[in-house]
C-alpha cells in the first residue's frame, strides 16, 4: 500500500471507516467493562505513553510534553497493561472497587498515514467517568494510534494520549484511555 | 507561653486538647477546620522552610522553577551571580502573577498587566511611562518583587521560609532532616529529572502525610500490587520497622534492618555470594561502607520514609513528593524523580520504569490511595461523625527509642504510628506558637525512653 496521499478518494473513506469502527468498538469494550476482550486488540509490542503536560511561556512550547523514555502518566507495554487489566479482577483494586463508570467520546478521527500493514490514526476523544454518589471526572485529549493489520484484523501497536490537563485534576488515572 | 492569637472564641476546637499524646486520640475537625487551615499557613508554611526545587532544576541563569509555599506562589529563578533567589509570584503593583509557566527560561520577569518589569533578583528595572506618569515619585527600590525571607541550600537542596526569624535550615533540618535528605545521595550526587507528576486530591494534605509513615495500609490498600505481582509483600510491607524522630516534626518511619538481618546482609556479602536480594533498590545499600559512614550506625539501618516537616516526603525509590495544600479540602501532590549522576543506563531506565509505575495518579500504589484520604476528609465533616475522634494509638506504650553511643536514635518495633504521633504532636506546638522565638523555646524534643 502507498502513501496516505496517493490513495483514491474511495480507499481513504475506506481506510478511515475501518479505522473508525475499529476505535467505536474499542471503546464500547472499555465502557462494558470488557477489558480482557480489549487486551486482545492490542499487539505483542504495543507501546502506550501519555507524557506530562507543563505551562510554558509561548517562546517555550517544545518544553510543553516530557519526552518519551522519560517521566510520563503512562509508560506502558503489553506486559504492564496486561497488569493494570488483572488487578482489577484479583480485589482489593480500590480505585475501581466499586467500579467506576465510563463514557468514551471519540470523534475528529482522522487518518494521516498509511505504511506497509500500519495506518497513523488521530482523534480527539472526553472520557467521562462517575464514581460511587457524586465523584465526577472529564478528560479531555488527543490520540494518536498506530493500527496494524494482522491476518486481515487491525490491532492497537501504538498509542500516544495528550491530555488537556497539565495538574491532573483527579484523584487517579485509574482508566484506560 | 504568650498569648495565643488562637482563641477557642474562633476555632471550633481547643488546639490544647485536641490531640492527646497519652491516648493517641486525635479530634478530627484539624482536617476541616477552615480557621485551622488559614492558621496553618501563617504558622506552619508560613514559617518553616520549604522545600522549592533542586539545584539541578535551574541550573543556568535565567532558569526558573514556579512552586507554592502553602498558598503563597513563587518562582525559584538563577540570577546572572549564579545565586538562587526565591520571589513571590506576585506583582506588587496590583497583585498579578508575574510568571505563568512552569518552569523556563527567562530575561526578566515581565508583568502582563501593566507591564513593570522584575529583574531576576526581584528588582524593579522599569515601569512603562514611569517619568510621565509617576513624576519621579516611584520608589522602585521599594516596589521589588518581595523575596523569601531566606534561602538556603542543603546539598543541592533549595529550600526558602518566609520568616525572618527562622533559625538556619541545618538547624531546622537537624540530624533526622538531613539524614533523610542524605538518604537520597547514597549513590552520590543526584539530577531531577524532567517532569513532575501533579494531580490533586480531594483530602486534607495532613491525611497525605501521615499516610507517609503508615505501613499499617499497605497490604491493604495496595494488595493489588502483590497479588498481580508487580512487588513482593515482603520486599514492601516488612513488619521489621524502624521510626527516627526529629525536632520541629520531622522523622522518618517504616522499613528497617533489625541487626539480626543487618548481619544476614553482611554475612552475605562477604562470603560473595552476590547482592543481597530482598529489596535490593534500599536494603542493599546498607552494606556499603561509605553509606554507613554517611548515614550514621543508626540511620543506615532505615530504608523507611524520610518526611521533612511540614510536607516534604522521601521515598527509597529516587522520589520525593510535596503534599501541597489547597484549602482544608483540597491537596496537590507533586512527585519529583531523580537519578544518582553516575547511575548505569540499565539501572537509569529500571529506576524510571519505577517512577512511572509505581507511585503518581496512574501509578500501580498510589492510584488506590487517593480516595481513601479524600473519604477521611469527607468523615471529618459530618455533624456527628466529627464528634468521635480517630485513633492514632497503634504501638503507643509498647515500645522504646534506643540510643546508640554516637548520639543518633531510633525505634526499633513491628509497624506503629509513633511516626504519625510524632506529627500530630509536633503540629500542635507548631499551631500554638506565636513566633519562631516561641517555638524555639516550647516545642518537644524527640521523645526518649518508653514510647
Known amino acids: ?177 | 507561653m504568650s498569648e495565643a492569637i488562637i482563641t477557642s472564641d474562633r476555632l471550633s476546637l481547643d488546639l490544647d486538647t485536641c490531640y492527646d499524646p497519652i491516648t493517641g486520640v486525635l479530634d478530627r475537625r484539624i482536617f476541616t477546620d477552615e480557621a485551622i487551615y488559614q492558621e496553618e499557613l501563617k504558622r506552619i508554611f508560613g514559617r518553616g522552610w520549604n522545600f522549592i526545587c533542586h539545584d539541578s532544576q535551574i541550573p543556568d541563569a535565567g532558569n526558573f522553577f514556579t512552586n507554592y509555599i502553602g498558598e503563597d506562589a513563587v518562582i525559584a529563578v538563577r540570577d546572572r551571580t549564579g545565586k538562587v533567589n526565591v520571589h513571590l509570584n506576585s506583582c506588587p503593583h496590583r497583585g498579578n502573577t508575574v510568571c505563568r509557566a512552569e518552569l523556563g527560561t527567562t530575561k526578566s520577569f515581565f508583568c502582563s498587566y501593566h507591564g513593570w518589569n522584575f529583574d531576576l533578583d526581584g528588582s524593579l528595572i522599569a515601569a512603562p511611562n514611569e517619568e510621565a506618569f509617576y513624576k519621579g515619585d516611584l520608589d522602585k527600590t521599594a516596589w521589588g518583587l518581595e523575596s523569601a525571607a531566606k534561602v538556603e541550600n542543603y546539598k543541592g537542596f533549595i529550600f526558602a521560609t518566609l520568616d525572618p526569624a527562622a533559625p538556619p535550615l541545618t538547624d531546622y533540618l537537624g540530624w533526622v532532616g538531613k539524614l533523610g535528605i542524605d538518604m537520597m545521595l547514597v549513590d552520590g550526587p543526584v539530577r531531577f529529572l524532567d517532569g513532575i507528576h501533579k494531580n490533586r486530591l480531594k483530602c486534607n494534605w495532613k491525611f497525605a502525610v501521615d499516610n507517609l509513615y503508615d505501613w499499617y495500609h499497605v497490604k491493604v490498600s495496595h494488595g493489588t500490587a502483590f497479588k498481580v505481582g508487580l512487588v513482593t509483600e515482603e520486599a514492601m510491607a516488612p513488619n521489621d520497622q524502624m521510626v527516627i524522630l526529629g525536632e520541629y516534626g520531622h522523622g522518618i518511619g517504616g522499613p528497617g534492618l533489625t541487626h539480626e538481618r543487618q548481619a544476614e546482609y553482611d554475612q552475605r556479602l562477604a562470603s560473595g555470594e552476590g547482592d543481597p536480594q530482598w529489596y535490593d533498590l534500599s536494603a542493599s545499600h546498607r552494606t556499603d561502607p561509605r553509606v554507613r559512614e554517611m548515614l550514621g550506625p543508626v540511620g543506615f539501618r532505615s530504608y523507611g520514609h524520610p518526611n521533612i516537616f511540614p510536607n516534604l516526603w522521601i521515598t527509597q525509590t529516587r522520589q520525593m513528593c510535596l503534599r501541597i495544600p489547597r484549602g482544608p479540602f483540597e491537596t496537590e501532590i507533586w512527585w519529583f524523580n531523580y537519578l544518582p549522576e553516575d547511575l548505569p543506563e540499565a539501572n537509569a531506565q529500571q529506576t524510571i520504569f519505577g517512577h512511572n509505575h509505581i507511585f503518581g495518579p496512574a501509578g500501580f500504589l498510589e492510584q488506590d490511595d487517593g480516595e481513601n484520604w479524600s473519604h477521611s476528609t469527607r468523615g471529618a465533616r459530618g455533624t456527628q461523625s466529627k464528634k468521635r475522634p480517630l485513633n492514632f494509638s497503634m504501638g503507643l506504650g509498647h515500645d522504646t527509642v534506643s540510643k546508640d553511643s554516637s548520639g543518633q536514635s531510633g525505634i526499633e518495633a513491628v509497624v506503629n504510628e509513633h511516626g504519625q504521633r510524632w506529627t500530630y504532636q509536633s503540629w500542635k506546638e507548631w499551631m500554638q506558637a506565636d513566633s519562631w522565638q516561641e517555638l524555639m523555646e516550647n516545642h518537644s524534643t524527640p521523645p526518649e525512653g518508653n514510647v
Open chain 1, 1 to 177: 500500500m502507498g502513501g496516505y496521499q496517493d490513495l483514491s478518494i474511495q480507499e481513504r473513506m475506506t481506510l478511515s471507516f475501518e479505522a473508525e469502527q475499529f476505535l467505536y468498538q474499542e471503546a464500547a469494550l472499555l465502557d462494558d467493562r470488557r477489558f480482557d476482550d480489549w487486551l486482545g486488540l492490542l499487539t505483542e509490542d504495543i507501546h502506550y505513553w501519555m507524557p506530562i503536560r507543563r505551562t510554558t511561556q509561548a517562546k517555550e512550547v517544545h518544553l510543553e510534553f516530557t519526552k518519551p523514555g522519560g517521566m510520563a502518566f503512562f509508560d506502558d507495554d503489553l506486559g504492564t497493561l496486561t497488569l493494570r487489566v488483572k488487578r482489577l479482577s484479583v480485589g482489593r483494586a480500590w480505585a475501581e472497587d466499586p467500579p467506576s463508570r465510563t463514557r468514551y467520546l471519540i470523534t475528529n478521527v482522522q487518518v494521516s498515514k498509511v505504511e506497509g500493514d500500519e495506518i497513523t490514526v488521530k482523534c480527539n476523544f472526553q472520557l467521562y467517568r462517575t464514581r460511587l454518589n457524586s465523584e465526577e471526572d472529564s478528560w479531555i485529549g488527543r490520540r494518536e494510534d498506530v493500527l496494524r493489520r494482522i491476518d486481515g484484523e487491525l490491532k492497537l501497536a501504538r498509542r500516544h494520549i495528550f491530555l488537556e490537563q497539565t495538574v491532573i485534576l483527579s484523584q487517579n488515572l485509574s482508566s484506560i484511555f
